[in-house]
């Protein structure tokens, strides 16, 4: 397994932007997939996207199409998340987690992070 721990979260206005990191320690990262989940207030956890080991990507929730970009540099051990464009409904915990396969279920992921706020003023 890996440990992660993201970074970049905070308080930002509908229309901005926001770079979200995950730093992951341990052997072998470059063999997990890496996804982004957040949990908004009250709702439960949901996947947003994840990135393959060599780079193809996929965004899961609708409402984040064309606005969220996932990519990682493995040489850094490092994941990131630019999110454009943000809207109140994006505030959440965002959390960075790890698998082995490609895989959008969370009960999949072994790995996760503490999670990082982020909240969005309209």
């Known amino acids: 397994q890996v440990q992660l721990v993201e970074s970049g979260g905070g308080l930002v206005q509908a229309g901005g932007s926001l770079r979200l990191s995950c730093a992951a320690s341990g052997r072998d990262f470059i063999s997990y997939v890496m996804a982004w989940f957040r949990q908004a207030p009250g709702k439960e956890r949901e996947f947003v996207a994840y990135i393959t080991l060599n780079g193809s990507w996929a965004d899961n929730v609708d409402s984040v199409k064309g606005r969220f970009t996932v990519s990682r540099d493995n040489d850094k051990n490092t994941v990131y998340m630019q999110m454009n464009s943000l809207r109140p409904e994006d505030t959440a915990v965002y959390y960075c987690?790890?698998?082995?396969?490609?895989?959008?279920?969370?009960?999949?992921?072994?790995?996760w992070g503490q999670g990082t706020q982020v909240t969005v003023s309209s």
């Open positions: 987690a790890a698998a082995p396969r490609r895989t959008t279920d969370q009960r999949n992921f072994g790995s």
